[in-house]
């Protein structure tokens, strides 16, 4: 028993987690206290260690006390799964997002969380709820959607799952939708683009348990979110009480260090680098107070406290570590991610679900069929012991069957394999090249002066050496923000080469987000959105092409026709406003159609969603609703609930997602569903209150915005 069990066990007790905090902090010396501010390694060792290739590979430490017992935060990335060791590679956030299955997304948070606690880690740095504004975000895939209360639900759902064994972080507040000039762009947004649209999905994640927050790297409303007052005290703890730990982002995440813990940020991370330097002159000078450090220090040791004191199973197994059980949720999630967005006759027949029995030769084609494409390679990285990709897929699930692969690289051998095939599936959309993280620290001098001074040469300076490349600086980059929003042209080239050799040409595209299609969408009779799908990806798509699962993915984002249609990106910006239009939003404000809208997605079956009741019952709408399958196979469909005020006096979306439901239903069956919405979803922020205007609501119940088949109760609400 270490003196923090000792402390555990007097909140097992029931005394006040406050209270013990507080007198564990007493038990701490001046250094230990001020130790907790910041991760638990050198910078220089720690930064060569992170780029000799082992980044992450171990969970990041900070605020440990070995003497006592103190296990500090044991961080690791997601969201696509656990860093550490060969663990269960997911599908993407991106592509969770498209299932809408909130208890789903439970269950991977949990098998994440029992992953990362059997191999040392307590923190779960993977639950990123920053809103999808455009999809050239270079990290697109590592959040759910483009809106706020679906991203709320998801994010809210993962935190939750995992909480029952490590603590989960969200990330990264607030207001980083862009990549490439995350370390230099100043977002503005007024009070109501702020609460109504780039924060409730942190709000929602918080109040489903989670314990860190971690800041962002970029600037809001002219202070960098690492010492944002406004953000880190003022709105997350007094208007929120969230009693957890912030947590900056890694090496850049601050640039005053006593303005931030001043600010409310409690760990510097990763390492001892600013504040080690900066505040025991600060403390000394009497610029910062032992108060302000002894209140973040409580904070963080009262998070740990709670955290160890509601952990009611044993640590699990290393055998939990890409289990069985696991890579068939993982199957499961990637099955449930696939949207069908187009879906047309071929003679008779729909060109999907392709008929096995039928098949003799299919032809399989482009060079993402055969490779491992999981994903970003930048933090979210994820190393699983293997990868089934869409070639694997389709080869076990049809042993009898003659697969031709080709990777496009030959148009010739293309049309050979096709015309020769009763099938062709083509395989393109972007890779680990095309988006993702983008780390360049060397070039730019202002995150350089963050470091500590080089070691001298008798210190270490071959760790300096190692960490040190491009002109005597760290420097990386990969990935970043999406150059175009289509396919390249080699991969529109091969659509067109198989398309016109093929009548039943099934495009399967994979891709973080929104990937605009036209020129070719309407040559093909099949398109299928895969994302990022994990590691038995390939084993999912087979499923679902082969019929042997009934597509049930809704995308999580409007697919534009044109990216003007957008808000603006600019990827290199310095400053940039943000308001309350984008996405979905945007298209209906200006009237333009998309090509395939928010909530979309199609079946091998057809559903019918008939609205039946609304009333309101003190703080909560409940809306009542009839589904039917009413097609021939069993399948799921995601119904949605949305909100809109015409005449209201404040300018808002036409219809605004504010619940939704997903079912899976028989063939004939017919269920009533109840969707029950709390009121907050109706308010607008007025001048630092919520209000929810009284007016004439309008609720829709479809299967995506805009459908014209969605049927809307009109709901007279008075305040
Ligand atoms: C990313 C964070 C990540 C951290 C640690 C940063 O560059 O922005 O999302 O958690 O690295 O890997």
């Known amino acids: 028993m270490t003196v923090f069990d000792d ?3 007097l909140i097992r007790a029931g005394d006040p987690i406050d209270v013990v905090a507080r007198a564990l902090l007493a038990l701490l010396t001046p250094e230990e206290r001020l130790g907790c501010l910041d991760g638990d390694l050198e910078f220089w060792s720690g930064l060569a260690s992170m780029l000799g290739g082992d980044s992450g590979r171990v969970p990041w430490s900070g605020a440990a006390i070995p003497r006592l017992g103190v296990p500090g935060i044991q961080f690791s990335d997601g969201p696509r799964g656990v860093k550490l060791g060969a663990a ?14 909130t208890d789903l997304e439970e269950r991977v948070g949990r098998a994440i ?131 957890g730990i912030v947590i900056s982002d890694w090496i850049a995440g601050l640039r005053d260090p006593v303005a931030s813990v001043k600010a409310g940020l409690d760990i510097e991370m990763p390492f001892r680098q600013q504040r080690a330097r ?19 220090a409580a904070r963080i040791l009262a ?111 293309v049309r050979r394999v096709v015309l020769g095939a009763d099938a062709a599936i083509v395989v393109v959309g972007l890779t680990a090249r095309d988006e993702g993280e983008y780390i360049s620290i060397g070039g730019d001098p202002a995150i350089q002066a963050l470091f500590p001074p080089r070691p001298a040469e008798t210190e270490g300076a071959a760790l300096a050496r190692r960490a040190a490349v491009a002109g005597g ?58 994302c990022y799908p994990g590691m038995e990806g390939g084993h999912a798509l087979a499923r679902v092409l082969l019929g042997a699962v009934n597509p049930s993915g809704h995308l999580p984002f409007a697919i534009p026709v044109d990216e003007a249609h957008l808000a603006e990106f600019d990827a290199e910006a310095t400053a940039v406003r943000y308001d309350l239009w984008h996405g979905q939003w945007k298209l209906d404000r200006d009237g333009h159609a998309p090509a395939y809208p928010f909530g979309f997605g199609l079946s091998y079956t057809t559903f019918s969603l008939k609205a039946i009741s609304g009333r309101r019952n003190g703080r909560v709408i409940e809306l009542r609703a009839e589904l039917t399958n ?15 005020l015409p005449g209201s006096r404040f300018e808002r979306p036409q219809r605004r ?54 049927e809307s109760l009109r709901l007279h609400i008075d305040v």
């Open 473 to 530: 600086q760290p420097n990386v980059s990969m990935g970043g923000d999406r150059a175009r929003l289509g396919l390249s042209e080699r991969d529109v080239e091969l659509i067109e080469t198989v398309s016109t050799v093929h009548a039943r040409t099934i495009v399967v595209v994979m891709g973080g987000s929104a990937i605009t299609m036209e020129g070719w969408r309407e040559r093909v009779p099949a398109i299928v959105y895969l």
């Open 113 to 243: 969380g029992e992953e990362l606690r059997a191999q040392g880690g307590n923190l779960f740095g993977g639950v990123c709820v920053n809103l999808l504004r455009h999809p050239k975000w270079g990290r697109a895939q590592e959040t759910y959607g483009e809106d706020p209360s679906h991203v709320g639900e998801m994010g809210a759902a993962l935190a939750r799952g995992a909480s029952g064994h490590v603590m989960a972080c969200v990330k990264h507040f607030a207001l980083n939708s862009m990549e490439n000039a995350r370390f230099k762009v100043d977002v503005s947004a007024d009070e109501r683009t702020l609460h109504e649209v780039y924060l409730p999905q942190f709000r929602q994640v918080i109040e489903a348990g989670a314990d860190v927050v971690m800041s962002a790297y970029n600037s809001v409303n002219g202070a960098w979110c690492g010492e944002n007052r406004t953000l880190l005290t003022d709105i997350l703890r007094d208007e929120w009480g969230f009693g």
């Open 278 to 296: 900066a505040l025991p002159g600060a403390l000394a000078d009497g610029r910062l107070n032992w108060s302000d450090v002894d209140d973040a």
């Open 303 to 413: 998070t740990q406290l709670r955290h160890y004191a509601r952990l009611t199973t044993p640590t699990p197994p290393i055998s939990v570590v890409a289990s069985e059980e696991h890579r068939a949720l993982a199957r499961e999630a990637a099955e449930k991610a696939i949207v069908l967005l187009r879906n047309e006759p071929v003679g008779p027949e729909p060109a999907l679900p392709l008929d096995p029995a039928r098949l003799n030769r299919l032809a399989v084609v482009g060079r993402l069929a055969a490779r491992p494409n999981t994903g970003d390679h930048g933090s979210s990285d994820v190393h699983p012991p293997h990868v089934v990709t869409p070639l694997d897929g389709l080869r076990a699930a049809l042993p009898e069957v003659t697969i031709d692969f080709e990777d496009g690289s030959d148009q010739e051998a």
């Open 657 to 710: 997602l504010v619940t939704f439901s997903r079912a899976d239903l028989r063939p004939g069956e017919r269920r009533e569903i109840e969707m029950k919405i709390p009121m907050e979803r109706l308010a607008v922020r007025d001048s630092g209150n919520w209000l929810v205007e009284p007016g004439d609501y309008v609720f829709t119940l479809a299967q995506y915005a805009g459908d014209p088949d969605g």
């Open 7 to 9: 402390h555990v066990a």
């Open 630 to 644: 009413t097609g021939l196979v069993a399948g799921a469909t995601v119904a949605q609930a949305y909100a809109g």
């Open 88 to 101: 269960t590679c997911f599908p993407v956030a991106m592509a969770r997002g498209a299932t809408w299955d």
